[in-house]
Each structure stands twice: as structure tokens, then as C-alpha cells.
């Protein structure tokens, strides 16, 4: 997790220095890898593979699908952990004249996970995601990402973590991007670093 870290902060420096589109409103497939680090009572280390495809839904909002795949060990126990995740963003960037910097969102979702271990929530199964943020653009290519995502179990309304989202995005043209994200979860004080790239077809 460390070592990553270091690897990726010459990239926040650099995209900070260059010349930003949207990710919302936008038909783009991202593929990412993550490293996990962190947790409560155990010390939990591991990678990830994530896939993503955002859609239009309409001019004001999007569908996010997103799958996530990895291996993560907790006290020498190495566990598998996979889910996929289809949300509904609203964005509205009509409140601000002239298409301002902040581009605010919300939205909500379901998906499925298979966390046997608890490394999630306290057992896999149907969750429910809220989700908002804003988006702040800077540049014709560059943005930064700031959002908040409460989910939980259909099962069990009480079983619910928090994520705070942290993101940096330089498209380097209209096709190809770059992104590097922060989550940490609130509740399992678990920190995941991901570095994505990002396919515009439209």
C-alpha cells in the first residue's frame, strides 16, 4: 500500500500542472487496479481489479455500472471479496449560470456482494447505495472529485458503512483519461488508492 503511494504522487503533481471534461454526462469505460490497506482490529492488505462503464440517461443523469474483483488478507487468512454495483447519478449543472466549476450530483443504487468474510459489512448479500458529491472542473481536461457514499444490506437496514471519495481526473484527450481515487470507509477504517483508465467512445 505504501510502496503505491509513492509510486502515484508524482501522478497527483503532474495532472495539477496540465491542462476538463466531465466523467458526468459522459459514455466513458473505466479499468483500474486498487490496493486495500487498513481495517479495524486487523491489519488488511490486498489488490483489486475494477471495471466500470458510465451511460447518459438522459441530459441530467447517468447509470454507473461498476465490479469490483480482489484478494485481501486479514491475519495471514488471504479472502476473496467481489461486487457489482448499478447506480442512478443525478447532476445539476443548470443551477449554476455558465456551467461553473462545481458540478453537483446525487443519486442511489443496488448491487451484490460476496464478502464471506465481513471485510465489507458483516455479511454479504443485496446492498443499497446513497451517494453525492460534486465534481470541480479546472481545467478543458482536469477535475477533481469530492463525494460521500452510504451503503448497506437490504437484509439489515442497521448493517451500513460510509465512504469518503477523493478523486483526480486528467483526460489527455477526448477519448483517454486518467484517473487516481481515494476511498476510505468510515466504520472499517479501510483505505483504498486506485489508479484507472479511462475509454471515451462518444
Keep these: 500500500?505504501?510502496?503505491?503511494?509513492?509510486?502515484?504522487?508524482?501522478?497527483v503533481f503532474l495532472t495539477f500542472s496540465l491542462q476538463s471534461k466531465s466523467r458526468l454526462g459522459e459514455y466513458y469505460f473505466g479499468f483500474g487496479l486498487s490496493s486495500a490497506g487498513g481495517g479495524v482490529g486487523a491489519e488488511l492488505e490486498g489488490d483489486m481489479l475494477n471495471l466500470s462503464v458510465n451511460s447518459p440517461a438522459s441530459d441530467d443523469a447517468d447509470f454507473s455500472l461498476s465490479y469490483s474483483y480482489g484478494k485481501l488478507e486479514s491475519n495471514s487468512i488471504q479472502?476473496?471479496?467481489?461486487?457489482?454495483?448499478?447506480?442512478?447519478?443525478?447532476h445539476f449543472e443548470n443551477l449554476i449560470e455558465s456551467?461553473?466549476?462545481f458540478l453537483p450530483y446525487i443519486g442511489g443504487g443496488i448491487g451484490y456482494f460476496n464478502d464471506d468474510d465481513g471485510?465489507?459489512?458483516?455479511?454479504?448479500?443485496?446492498?443499497?447505495?446513497?451517494?453525492?458529491?460534486?465534481?470541480?472542473l479546472f481545467t478543458d481536461s482536469l477535475s477533481v472529485g469530492v463525494g460521500a457514499k452510504l451503503f448497506g444490506l437490504w437484509s439489515d437496514f442497521s448493517e451500513?458503512?460510509?465512504?469518503?471519495?477523493?478523486?483526480?481526473?486528467?483526460?489527455?484527450?477526448h477519448i483517454h483519461g486518467v484517473?487516481?481515487?481515494?476511498?476510505?470507509?468510515?466504520d472499517r477504517e479501510v483505505d483504498y488508492l486506485r489508479l484507472q483508465y479511462l475509454y471515451s467512445w462518444r
Design 1 to 11: 500500500m505504501k510502496s503505491l503511494s509513492l509510486l502515484l504522487f508524482p501522478f
Design 79 to 90: 479472502n476473496t471479496l467481489w461486487s457489482i454495483d448499478l447506480d442512478y447519478l443525478v
Design 99 to 101: 456551467k461553473g466549476i
Design 119 to 136: 471485510l465489507r459489512l458483516s455479511e454479504d448479500g443485496t446492498n443499497w447505495n446513497l451517494i453525492a458529491g460534486t465534481e470541480i
Design 160 to 173: 451500513n458503512d460510509m465512504s469518503l471519495d477523493l478523486s483526480v481526473t486528467w483526460w489527455i484527450n
Design 179 to 186: 484517473a487516481l481515487e481515494y476511498d476510505y470507509t468510515l
